[in-house]
């Protein structure tokens, strides 16, 4: 049974503190246990979503194969629209400025694309391995194994349109998606169901915008009315608290974790039954891998490695493409307006299995919306195990190790990979790009390089991050028509921004 605690703790403090056990005492676990709080307010980063949305959503009267524009919200334009879509000939880019996400707090976010495949198809597959062919390789001798990651937009600095209908952005993020999408194998990972997920947490080197704990100092921690609720970090006034100050809000929500497991998947389709019936809106964060060691974005196989997934009722089916391990964070994020009613801000209940205490938006309704749940003690929020950037060096296969203190935690890696100055003939030009990770290994080994210089993973332990990346290696090796054997230049990250992130085992 979990334990709850609001108010002062040993220390003085003011906050709020969940345990997992109720053998551990709330108010006088050392904060530096991480493992075994649930939540708990004094942590300096509370990991929030500032966005999930669904990409594509817009019908497009008239004919798809001249190129059309359309900007959102209604009545704006290629100056200060948030949301944009240029469209025709069957494929279709979508714009979105940072002013599209109104709670975010940085200019480059950690940020995911969930692709699903064509066809109507219900089945995220941007994770899976698969030989690239560009159609230049004589017989197929050439090309590279890239996880659909690789085929996901970036977000941009400094971008220009290649018309002018797309405007320019200080920042933001794009899509490519194929509007006639019926079969899968013309637009691998373009298909037009995405989802995209935008962390209040940066995705470049500019440092987390959170304000640590203070000593106590007898300010106004809580706030609750009819509106709104809110919570300080110790010692600021939540009356003039800024976002970085605060733990969280009604409207800024603590990351819920619904379901967490590392579990075997056999080849083919299987399931894991979470007991939960699962919302639209949900995101799941899954490493594929095999043997012991545990690799994001996927292991750095040849070719088909790794699963589908999609949501059915309470379920996760996978479809792997050969055994492996499936170690994954399911998150919920509703950002639908409030409900109407009075429950009060507390609500505690049996669920049929345990005890459980819920913070609530003001005034909910009975029963309360996804929405409505700030807290519910069976979904632990998000830890921050490990943060930072670093440079990528020049060489093959150059290893970053990053040490964390993982005791008693359930560890997952994110991060992001920052590009230089490019260009591209159909959607324009940018000063940097931040882009998903992903593995691309090419098919013939060039001068002992297996990996293309694009090429990055990283194999988490219980208290490392060893990333391998391999800046300075070729984009591609083939031979040609006439039967000579030709290299390609690489588009390397030059930098690396990584989250470790944790809840307790």
Known sequence: MVRTMIGPDSTGAGCIKITKNNADNPRTTPDSQRSKFLYNSKFTIQASVADMEKCNQVSRPGSLDSAQYYYHPSGSNSSNYQKAEGSGGGSSTWLYRNSAFPTLRYNVPLFDWKQKKGGGSNRYNQMMVHWKDSGKYYQGRGGYYEVGNARQGGWLKDYDGVVSQYGSMAYGTYADITVNDDIDAFNKFQSRDKRLVVWNLPGDSTAVDEAPALAPNGKKTFKINPSFMKIAKPGYDVETATAAQ???DSSRIPVKVIKAADIALPSGVSYYET???LPDMVALDVHFYSGSTIMYPTNPADLDFGAEYWFDGSRIYFDA?????????LYLEDNSAPTSGSYKVWRQFNDGTQDVVQFLRPG??????????I????WPAVQILAEGYFTVNSGNDVITDVPFDGAGMFPMVKYITTHGAGSRSN???????????????LKYTYSGQSHAGESSYCELTANNARFHTFRGNVGD???DDSLDWQTDGAYPPVGIRYFIFGIPA
Request: proline share 6%; hydrophobic share 45%.
């Open 246 to 248: 605060l733990a969280f």
């Open 275 to 277: 007991g939960i019936t």
């Open 321 to 329: 493409s050969q055994s492996m391990r499936a170690r994954f964070m």
């Open 364 to 373: 909910a309704a009975n029963p309360p919306s996804w929405a409505d749940i």
């Open 375 to 378: 807290i519910d003690t069976r």
């Open 427 to 441: 959607l324009g030009s940018w000063a940097n790009i931040y882009k998903l990770p992903f593995i691309k290994r």
């Open 477 to 479: 090796y083939y031979q």
